[in-house]
Each structure stands twice: as structure tokens, then as C-alpha cells.
């Protein structure tokens, strides 16, 4: 007795692309909550003094899904430093074209004294890189990876 297909292909092939649509705004939804948990971590940071403003105006993240990005976090300007938050986005623009297919949550701080600042000792986005690490493993599980 043959095995007869009842449901048309294209049915399957919808829903298919239906149920990669539905976890692609999951992951999505996903990394704008931790792309936010790690922009609060990483401004509610005390551990350095910005005298400019520039370095935690540069402060930010971007979502990207092959190449186009998604969303953008405001990149605030603290204090004076417009210049902060104009290299913050364009650093983070820079940076997801390494990742044309894909869907990447990119946390930067985008002043080119970042690294130093950092080297110093200082925590500009180290805490909020272990926090991301943590919350990401944990939340895509919950949603059915790995």
C-alpha cells in the first residue's frame, strides 16, 4: 500500500516559511531585549569619568538580519558629545557589514579610545558583554535553540 501525499506542496512550503518568520521575530524581539539590558549596564556604569560626554554617547547597539539593519538603539548624546553618538552608529554600521548573512545583535562603543579606556581597567562594555553572553544562552534556549 503506496504512501499518497494529501497536503499540496506549496501548503508545506507556506508553512514552512511561515513557522522561519515566527522565530526570526523571536530572535529579533530576543536581541532587542538584551541589546537594551546591555546599553542600560553599560550607562549605568560608573567606573570611568566622561569629562566629553563622547564615550558614552558612542554607546550603543544595532540588529541586523542579512545585512539591513533592523533596529538601532538612540546612541543618546550625554552631555556634549554629538561626536560620540554619530561614531557609535557609524562604527556599528561598520562592523555589521562583516556579518552580511546573518542576524546579529552588535553592542559597541564606537570611540576610538574605547579599547584604551577599557585597557585601563575601566569598564565601558565589559560587564555588559558577560551580561549579553549570559542572557543570550539562556533566552535563545528558552526559545528552542541549542
Do not use: H, W
Not at 494529501?6 to 532587542?32: A, C, D, G, N, V
Amino acid at each position: 500500500m503506496p504512501i499518497t501525499q494529501l497536503t499540496p506542496m506549496s501548503e508545506i512550503e507556506r508553512y514552512t516559511e511561515e513557522q522561519i518568520e515566527r522565530l526570526k521575530i523571536s530572535i529579533l524581539r530576543t536581541f532587542m531585549y538584551i541589546g537594551e539590558a546591555c546599553l542600560n549596564k553599560a550607562r549605568s556604569t560608573d567606573s570611568y569619568k566622561d569629562q566629553t560626554g563622547n564615550l558614552r554617547s558612542s554607546i550603543g547597539y544595532i540588529i541586523t538580519a542579512d545585512g539591513r539593519v533592523i533596529k538601532s538603539s538612540d546612541f543618546a548624546i550625554v552631555k556634549s558629545g554629538s561626536q560620540g553618538a554619530k561614531d557609535g552608529l557609524a562604527y556599528a554600521k561598520k562592523v555589521a557589514k562583516e556579518f552580511p548573512q546573518s542576524v546579529c545583535l552588535i553592542v559597541v562603543a564606537g570611540m576610538k579610545y574605547a579599547a584604551y579606556v577599557s585597557a585601563r581597567g575601566y569598564d565601558v562594555l565589559d560587564s555588559s558583554e558577560l551580561c549579553a553572553d549570559q542572557m543570550t544562552e539562556s533566552l535563545l534556549k528558552k526559545l528552542g535553540f541549542r
